[in-house]
């Protein structure tokens, strides 16, 4: 990992970011109240952390009941995860992302993230994590009574435990905002990407666009292309509501989420998976849009239809996403450890973990950073190799609660994305890959 020598070099970034920002912004709606004043939203959602695990097995590949083929609705440890995306022939190659940092953006305090983590290592014998915590503009004292307070520190086990499944060799680096206020939050990345913590930065929260002013986007667009700059892959969730996202005062409104929606993001959102429970391997996937929850997806109003997205994004101006997916439904969610126990995760925070952890398995194979992965994702996805390394989801729709959504189909769709990896042979092509001369955020109009 390369350091930042120096301010100069910062406040140089900073200047020659600022001129290419209004550009890309589409034109804004009328000014959004002060940032501090909008909470964002961890992707765990309501649903997150369903308690029933059923019975613990203590060896085998079978942990937990729902694990079990009598269990009504199916779960997936990392054994399974694995398999199923084909993970485990790297890891058992070696490639395990060592030599690489994921930091997890957060908020508020963590306090069983340390001990959540040891305990799912411990089950699922992975390796002990390097994890270090970082709170830049100190945290207010944990307080289990607040829903919000409790909804992060769930948040914050699941992305650590996921992206460690994935990438056990990585190191990981937590980063907690002082609270949820889209100005904290985004003051928690901007000390990660200006301090260069890491390799990959990964988001799991969001909020719905119109939340914000073309002030707020030009700040964050800027910090994101330092991060750019520097070789610094970012990672952020689609969301968990389908075409719609929560707003300012906690409703849905139609809509995508930021910071997913910025087109040097490598948006993550959701698939119902279908796998053994046992082995793990894959037999079928489609668009995550259930009882539980709905892929975020559809098309930005605040950045124009980046350049790598033509022609697969080619009746809409606005950018689309998700770029990518991987499973997230209630009827396959994955376990994780939170606030000292198990449950299933449901939703777009442990996919985004899992994508993180795939960037590293992807820079330690490429013996590089690799930036965003865009443009690399998109220059596959109009190759023959495509049916090769991705899933291709076509069926399911994002419809939830009223907001008539989007469907699935072949190619690029803004319920999946370009589809679900093959791991193992979506890293070979990403570490032999050519992002291209153009500028991740280069607009097509």
Known sequence: MGVVDGSSRLIAARLATAALVSSLLLAAGPPAAHPSAHPMTPAVGVNAQVDDVGEAFPDGQIKFGCQAANFSVPCYGP?????????QPLLDAGITG??????????????????????????????????????????????????????????????????????????????????EADADILHATEYAIDNNLGDIIS?????????QDAQFFAHQHAAFKRAQQQGITLIAASGDTGAAQHTCDGSLVAGVSFPASDPLVTAVGGTHLVADRVTGAWQSETGW???????????????????????MVDSHHGRGLPDVALGSSAFG?????????????????????????????????????????????????????????????????????????????????????????????????????????????????
Request: hydrophobic residues 40%.
């Open 333 to 445: 969610a994955v376990i994780a450890r939170a606030s000292g126990r198990f449950g299933r995760s449901v939703g777009t925070s442990a996919a985004t973990a899992e994508w993180a952890g795939i960037a590293a398995l992807a820079g330690q194979a490429a013996g590089h950073r690799l930036g965003s992965l865009n443009p690399r994702l998109y220059a596959i996805a109009k190759t023959s190799a495509y049916a090769d390394v991705m899933h291709d989801i076509t069926a399911g729709d994002n419809t939830f609660q009223g907001f008539t959504g989007f469907s699935a189909g072949a190619s690029w769709d803004p319920m999946t994305g370009l589809g679900t990896p093959d791991v193992e042979q979506l890293v070979s092509l990403l570490r032999d890959s050519d992002p291209g001369s153009e500028e991740p955020d280069q607009t097509s109009d």
């Open 203 to 211: 988001q799991s929260f969001g909020e719905a666009e119109s939340c």
């Open 98 to 179: 060592a030599g690489q940092t994921i930091v997890i953006i957060g908020a508020f305090q963590a306090p069983t993230v340390q001990s959540d983590l040891a305990a799912f290592d411990q089950t699922w014998g992975l390796p002990a994590a390097d994890l270090q915590l970082r709170t830049p503009d100190g945290v207010p004292t944990f307080d289990p009574g607040n829903s919000v307070q409790r909804a992060w520190a769930i948040e914050a086990s699941i992305d650590v435990e996921w992206a460690h499944a994935i990438a056990p060799g990585a190191q990981l680096q937590l980063v907690l905002a002082k609270s």
């Open 289 to 311: 849009g259930d009882v539980s929850g709905a892929s975020g997806g559809g098309f930005s109003d605040r950045y124009h239809r980046p350049i790598y997205q033509v022609p």
């Open 79 to 87: 054994d399974q995860v694995r398999a199923a995306y084909h993970v």
